[in-house]
């Protein structure tokens, strides 16, 4: 089982950016598709994007496409999220996801592991 660790989280103003890392430990990273979830206060968790494991396909929720890009480095152990034009509603505790030769989903029970999430603010 892998374990997640995610890093890059703050406040930022609207229109600014931020780059999420996560870091993974445990054997064969490069065999595992990555996601990020987040989950705003009084919401549910929702699915952001994510990465196959080979790094060929990706997925993006309607609502951060064209703004936010996911990327794996598997030489690093570490999957990222880079965030641009940073919206007030983007506002949401951040979570790395990740399963083993997993396809790339969008849902929650797609992914077998999970990081303790890092917090997003941005201010309006």
């Known amino acids: 089982q892998v374990q997640l660790v995610e890093s890059g989280g703050g406040l930022v103003q609207a229109g600014g950016s931020l780059r999420l890392s996560c870091a993974a430990s445990?054997?064969?990273?490069?065999?595992?598709?990555m996601g990020w979830f987040r989950r705003a206060p009084g919401k549910e968790r929702e699915f952001v994007a994510a990465?196959?494991?080979?790094?060929?396909?990706?997925a993006y929720a309607d609502s951060v496409k064209g703004r936010f890009t996911i990327s794996r480095d598997n030489a690093k152990n570490t999957v990222y999220l880079q965030m641009s034009n940073l919206k007030p509603e983007d506002t949401a505790v951040y979570y790395c996801a990740a399963v083993r030769f997993g396809v790339v989903t969008t849902t929650p029970e797609g992914f077998g592991s999970w990081g303790q999430g890092t917090q997003v603010t941005v201010s309006s």
């Open positions: 990465i196959s494991w080979s790094g060929g396909s990706t």
């Open positions: 445990g054997p064969a990273f490069r065999f595992y598709t």
